[in-house]
């Protein structure tokens, strides 16, 4: 009878119970009250002779009654309907968990096999550096076009600007730090060399000038503006090769295939996870379902009725306000007297000395 009564007991809690209250509840239940586990973790049970309770906590008295009703009325039905017909027999249904448990050590062990031989990282690489070799290309472009734009305008301040010596300084200065920022361009890009057009004289070149040696008057503007000259041709040279390289590279379509390879090493992934957990929840199920039978081949013919609903409570269980307001009392009390005996022993130390 003992083990009798334990074994009912321990069914109040069974999934299977939740998961009917969840279906019968439904909207009345916050999401995360849904879960089969979550709702489990709110019902507590209590055994008095042949009678057992169940309790429900939570915040909301009217729902926690619900709860409490519907669980005791799946739970009625439930036993009733596990206990009154048939029992599947218990070697049976090892059988199936024993096949169960190997159907999933099979998904697993594929699983396992998948991760350790796919291609997914190697391929995730190497579409992340041929992205950064195209962001690169057309970083450069933008340089190019940048630079074309201020030697047009230095272009411009020469035809336009005044003679002096100051003047030419600072132009020539100007020249100096494009030709610098265009060589850096030119040997930074991720390219042969041949794959791009360029003038004998052009990129990259020698930097050194001496401020001193610069020519004056109309002699020095026009051989300034000759190497603009040269500079403008050479940069749009090389902006160009650099677009007709971007038109023509099969970066983007190697990029397009290596994506579609590695969308379908993932999807490979995602099925073996997904028959893996499929597996488990299988073997789970029937472990339950293996417990029950064992519990209820020790209660063959049991009744259970539904013997009184649950009321709403009036007041809540928890927190004890009056308990709590009692024992801070009390410390406080307890404080106050050993901050007085403190005070009074300090004071003594002073009139002391």
Known sequence: IKARRQALEALVKSSSVAAEVVAKLGSMLEPEERDVSALLGMVETESNGDLIGIKVRGKDPGKITAIANAWGKAYERYVNELYGGRLQPLGSIQAQVAEARESYQEAEETLAKFLGDNQIDALSREIAAKKDTLADYYATK??????????????????????????????????????????????????????????????????????????????????????????????????????????????????????????????????LTQARDLAWETYQTLARKEAEVQVASQVQDTEVRFAVPAVEPERPVAPKKMMNIAIAGVLGLMVGVFGAFFIEFLESGERGE
Do not use: C, W, Y
């Open 142 to 271: 933008r340089q190019l076009d940048r630079f074309i734009a201020d030697a047009k305008a230095l272009r411009e301040q020469l035809r336009g600007g005044t003679h002096s010596s100051q003047a030419a300084a600072r132009n020539s200065l100007s020249l100096l730090i494009l030709k610098a920022n265009a060589s850096n361009v030119s040997s930074a890009l991720p390219m042969q060399p041949s794959a791009l057009p360029m003038q004998p004289s052009a990129l990259p070149m020698q930097l050194q000038l001496s401020l001193g040696q610069i020519p004056s008057g109309d002699e020095e503007r026009t051989q300034l503006m000759q190497e603009v000259e040269i500079l403008i041709a050479n940069l749009e040279a090389r902006r160009a090769g650099v677009q007709q390289f971007i038109d023509e590279t099969p970066l983007q379509q190697e990029i397009l295939q290596l994506e579609e390879q590695l969308e379908r090493e993932q999807a490979r992934q995602r099925e």
